[in-house]
């Protein structure tokens, strides 16, 4: 039987629709009061007081500013600035827009004679998001074009954009990193190689390393070893070849046994020339020869289109720019605005006019107002306020013709992209919507909030200069961001401050801990990643530091390459009595290897540095004690072997208690090692020489003080331990793990 709705039916059923939908009527003034006082409280009693902040939280309902500290003052917004890209590109370029990549070959190409072209050309045009897979399906369309062989050379035309491939603020940072991958009007792999590594089956054998894509364009020297469950220190290089044309790529190091495989992703130099071997060895698998050379040029006028491949439309590009925080999407972004707009070749500083144009016309945010440098926000490079935040913010929520596309862009608390692991347990999950910004000593978080009681917000909130963990600032940043998501219920902004800032101090029973060691020591021998949801609740419910620092191992040994685990750890692992002491005395009783300290070494020797931190802090609350002592000072000179600078710059940037432990155990353990020609000495002789002087100057007295202090204690031998299996006596070079 078929239902007909009657037109009075159908207007009771609208009414109810409307009726059941949250109320978007401005907030009392009572409600409004009990937010800022919530919000004023995490700014006066939290590490947030001696940071440099700018916050606004702007009611978007009627237009009210509900709070603002130094809402006006320019600050480093870190990512943030990806949301000015964003707008820009999508209110100038339009939703429905795509990246073409043309590719031609001789206008008397005949496909239905023997598919022979002299030339086959490619013509980008800024696409960030060609991969291998989408260029194995052009290559089917070349061939179904009736391309058979190329007798002359493939030639790349990347005109679109100017040559410039660093983008303001990039040269601040040197490396390899994937984030720092070069702009190129013909990308692929958003300019990066993947390098895929995984372990024999038994310790010892060598492991195995795989480059993706395969091209000609990269060699690859691997001398990689498999080692225990808990080994994991291995280093992934690229750098110029030979030929000074292609790169090569090192692998040196261990992964552990048992634990699948590790992959790391590098940044290519030559954009077009990786594009160029990989699209060659693509076509070669398909039976398409290129006998020629693989060059950059021009396309010749008068050549034949073969095929264009196109991109996904722009909305979806930004969801890749914004969920992901893709500095590579951002800065093709920026020079696709300026071809566009301000005409080919596409340059950083173009791209940039572009956006300030917008701003200016659009927005109402005057130029000179602030500076916008890039547009990924990479370094010390660009300066907002949470104002003019805020004004962008509430600018797009206007446009219907940009709202939902600029909206779905963005990370949702508690469950995709950048917010993924932030706001569990709080109102915002589902409800706030934000991009996330992180560099050294800023972090940053701006976007949309719809509370419990059904008011829209947009709220920004900028910190530089913070003193002492990241991790404390994010999650203050966090009780913000849940204080405005439980705006409008009874006490709910005061309650969810308490719930993200409470910090567990509560000291259980010792029995208690002793039967968590063992609970906790077995998830994470384990490493078992289906146990993360688990390990997630209960660290968040745990009230022990203690404990959830034994919560916190097995959450990061069980999803090692979660960047938010690894953040969970290092906030855990704490060398206080109440976390360290206990557990080092409850491990002693229980008859179980030290926990904690074999990631923080596993860390640490891979280069991260607060890990390294860490493990100053750890070496020094070990001073006295018979067992740790020894163990910590071999570990220490592990970790100064496997990641020499980097422990060096903690060194001198670590407190005076820190630094002097950390130089005993490192004597002590160099004493033991005997390796005169260890690695951290060539990295104490090169540090001498840097353009730091102050760091040259450290160096050079640190030098100076170990090798007198060795010389005396030579003939003193460092007691014999056992050492737990979770950390090996000798290690390989560091992985350098970046921040995100």
């Known amino acids: ?65 509900i709070y603002s500290r130094d809402g006006e003052e320019l600050l480093n917004p870190a990512s943030n600035v990806k949301l000015f890209t964003a707008a820009s590109a999508l209110a100038r370029l339009g939703p429905d827009f795509r990246f073409d990549t043309d590719f031609l070959t001789d206008p008397e190409f005949k496909a239905g004679r023997d598919g022979k072209a002299k030339t086959l050309f490619v013509r980008g045009k800024g696409d960030p998001t060609l991969t291998t897979e989408r260029l194995t399906g052009v290559v089917s369309d070349l061939l179904h074009a009736g391309l058979k062989e190329v007798t002359g050379d493939l030639v790349l035309d990347e005109s679109y954009f100017d040559l410039d491939r660093v983008p303001p603020g990039y040269d601040q940072e040197w490396g390899d990193k994937a984030y720092l991958a070069p702009t190129g009007a013909i990308s692929l792999n958003w300019n990066t190689v993947g390098v895929f590594l995984r372990p024999g089956e038994n310790v010892g054998e060598r492991g195995t ?205 508690g469950k995709d992209g950048t917010l993924k692991y932030r706001f569990e347990g709080s109102d915002a999950v589902w409800r706030l919507r934000a991009k996330t910004g992180t560099l050294e000593n800023v972090s940053a978080l701006s976007g949309y909030v719809q509370s419990t009681g059904g008011e829209r917000f947009v709220f920004s909130i900028m910190v530089n200069d913070f003193p002492g963990r990241a991790g404390m600032v994010v999650q203050h940043i966090d009780a913000l961001g849940a204080a405005i998501a439980a705006s409008g219920t009874p006490g709910g902004p005061g309650l969810a401050v308490a719930s993200m800032t409470q910090t567990p101090s509560v000291v259980g029973p010792f029995e208690a801990l002793k039967s968590s060691l063992k609970l906790y020591v077995d998830f994470t021998q384990k490493a078992d990643k289906r146990n993360t949801s688990f390990l997630r609740t209960a660290w968040r419910n745990e009230k022990d530091p203690a404990v959830r620092a034994l919560i916190a191992e097995a959450l990061v040994q069980s999803d090692p390459k979660e960047p938010a685990h690894v953040r969970i750890f290092l906030d855990s692992a704490s060398a206080t009595d109440d976390v360290y002491g206990r557990l080092r005395k409850a491990s002693v009783e229980s008859g179980f290897n030290l926990p904690m300290v074999p990631t923080v070494v596993e860390l640490a020797a891979a280069g991260q540095s607060e890990a390294q931190g860490r493990l100053l802090e750890l070496v020094r609350a070990s001073q006295g004690d018979e067992k740790a002592w020894p163990l910590l000072c071999e570990q220490l000179a592990v970790v100064a072997n496997d990641a020499p600078a980097e422990l060096l710059s903690a060194l001198k940037t670590a407190p ?85």
């Open 1 to 65: 039987m078929r239902l007909v709705l009657r037109p009075m039916f159908l207007t009771v059923l609208v009414s109810l629709a409307v009726a059941a939908q949250p109320k978007t009527a401005p907030s009392s003034a009572r409600e409004r009061e009990a937010l800022v006082k919530a919000l004023q409280s995490v700014i006066d009693t939290t590490p947030l007081k001696t940071a440099r902040v700018s916050v606004q939280v702007r009611s978007l309902d009627d237009g009210t500013i």
């Open 209 to 413: 390393a795989e480059i993706e894509p395969m091209s000609e364009y990269f060699t690859l020297d691997s001398e990689l070893v498999t080692g225990t469950k808990m080994q994991r220190r291995y280093t992934v290089s690229i750098g110029p070849d030979k030929d000074k044309v292609r790169q090569k790529i090192e692998v040196r190091g261990v992964v552990p046994v048992e634990k699948g495989n590790w992959s790391q992703w590098k940044k290519v130099d030559a954009p077009a020339m990786y594009f160029g071997f990989t699209l060659k060895s693509l076509l070669a698998q398909r039976g398409v020869k290129v006998k020629g050379r693989i060059r950059t040029g021009s396309v010749t006028p008068g050549s034949r289109m073969l095929t264009v491949a196109q991109s996904e439309t722009l909305d979806v590009v930004l969801k890749k720019l914004s969920k992901h925080s893709s500095n590579f999407v951002a800065e093709q972004l920026i020079k696709t605005l300026g071809a566009e707009l301000k005409g080919v070749p596409g340059t950083t500083e173009k791209g940039i006019n572009a956006v300030e144009d917008f701003l200016a016309t659009d927005v109402g945010l005057s130029r000179g107002s602030f500076v916008m440098k890039n547009g990924s926000g990479l370094n010390d490079t660009n300066r907002f306020s949470a104002a003019q935040t805020n004004r962008l913010l509430a600018y797009m929520m206007s446009k219907f013709s940009l709202m939902p596309e600029f909206l779905s862009a963005l990370p949702i608390a």
């Open 656 to 740: 005076e208690a820190e630094r002097s432990a950390g130089v005993d155990a490192l004597v002590q353990g160099f004493v033991k090692a005997a390796q005169p020609d260890a690695p951290f000495w060539q990295s104490l002789k090169l540090a001498q020489g840097a353009q730091d002087l102050a760091m040259a100057s450290f160096a050079k007295s640190l030098e100076t003080t170990m090798s007198q202090r060795i010389a005396e204690a030579k003939a003193v031998a460092v007691p014999n331990v056992e050492m737990p299996q979770a950390v090996p006596p000798t290690g390989a070079a560091p992985s350098i793990v970046p921040g995100g």
